[in-house]
Antibody
C-alpha cells in the first residue's frame, strides 16, 4: 500500500525558509503515471494548491507563490521536497504531500504536518 | 484563476437522508472536476474524479454529476461516517483551485 509521510520543522521564524520533505513508500516515485504535489490548509480554512513535480524534475507552481516556492525530487531516496522562502504568519498551515494521478487528482495523501510561522 | 463556489456552506441531515452538494465554476471545466471528503484532523480523501467517476474503494452511495460549470455530489443514503467537510476541485486549468467547502453535520 502506498504511503506518503511529510517531515520537517513544525516552527519557522518569519522571513526564514520553510523546508519539508515527503517520503514515499510502497511504490516508486519514478513511475511515469503520476505527479507529486504539495497542498496546504491554514487552520480552519480551505485547501490551496502549492505546486507539483514529475519524476523528471519538471514543475508547476501556483503563481500566487511562485516567487517563493521550489519543489524538487530525489528519485534515489523516493522523496520530494518543498521549500517556501520569506515566510510570514500567513504561511502557517497544515502542509500535505500527495500523489497525483490522471489530470492531477490527488488519490493518496500524507497525514499532513502543521507548520507554524512565529518568532 | 477559476473560482469555485460551493453551496450550501453547511447542511444538517440525518442518517438515511439523501444529500446533494453543489459546486459552480466561474468557467467551463470540461468535466475536470473532483470531490474530496475531509474529516477533522485528517487529510482529504478522493471520492469522485472526472465529475462522475467513482474512486476505487469509495462506497457506491456517493455519486457525481454535472457538466460545464455546474456540478453536484450526491450521497444517496447518509451513513454516520459521512459527516465531514466536502470540497470540489477543478483541474481544468492552472492554478488548480478548490471550493470553500461544505460542512455536513448531524441533525
Amino acid at each position: 500500500q502506498l504511503q506518503l509521510q511529510e517531515s520537517g520543522p513544525g516552527l519557522v521564524k518569519p522571513s526564514e525558509t520553510l523546508s519539508l520533505t515527503c517520503t514515499v513508500s510502497g511504490g516508486p516515485i519514478s513511475s511515469s503515471s503520476y505527479y507529486w504535489g504539495w497542498i496546504r490548509q491554514p487552520p480552519g480554512k480551505g485547501l490551496e494548491w502549492i505546486g507539483h513535480i514529475y519524476h523528471s524534475g519538471s514543475t508547476y507552481y501556483n503563481a500566487s507563490l511562485e516567487s517563493r516556492v521550489t519543489i524538487s525530487v530525489d528519485t534515489s531516496k523516493n522523496q520530494f521536497s518543498l521549500k517556501l522562502s520569506s515566510v510570514t504568519a500567513a504561511d502557517t498551515a497544515v502542509y500535505y504531500c500527495a500523489r497525483l494521478k490522471v489530470r492531477y487528482y490527488s488519490d493518496f495523501w500524507g497525514q499532513g504536518t502543521l507548520v507554524t510561522v512565529s518568532s | 484563476d477559476i473560482h469555485m463556489t460551493q453551496s450550501p456552506s453547511s447542511v444538517s441531515a440525518s442518517v438515511g437522508d439523501r444529500v446533494t452538494i453543489s459546486c459552480r465554476a466561474s468557467q467551463g471545466l470540461n468535466n475536470w472536476l473532483a470531490w474530496y471528503q475531509q474529516k477533522p484532523g485528517k487529510a482529504p480523501k478522493l471520492l469522485i474524479y472526472g465529475a462522475s467517476s467513482l474512486q476505487s474503494g469509495v462506497p457506491s452511495r456517493f455519486s457525481g454529476s454535472g457538466s460545464g460549470t455546474e456540478f453536484t455530489l450526491t450521497i444517496s443514503s447518509l451513513q454516520a461516517e459521512d459527516f465531514a467537510t466536502y470540497y470540489c476541485q477543478q483541474t481544468n486549468s492552472f492554478p488548480i483551485t478548490f471550493g470553500q467547502g461544505t460542512r455536513l453535520e448531524i441533525k
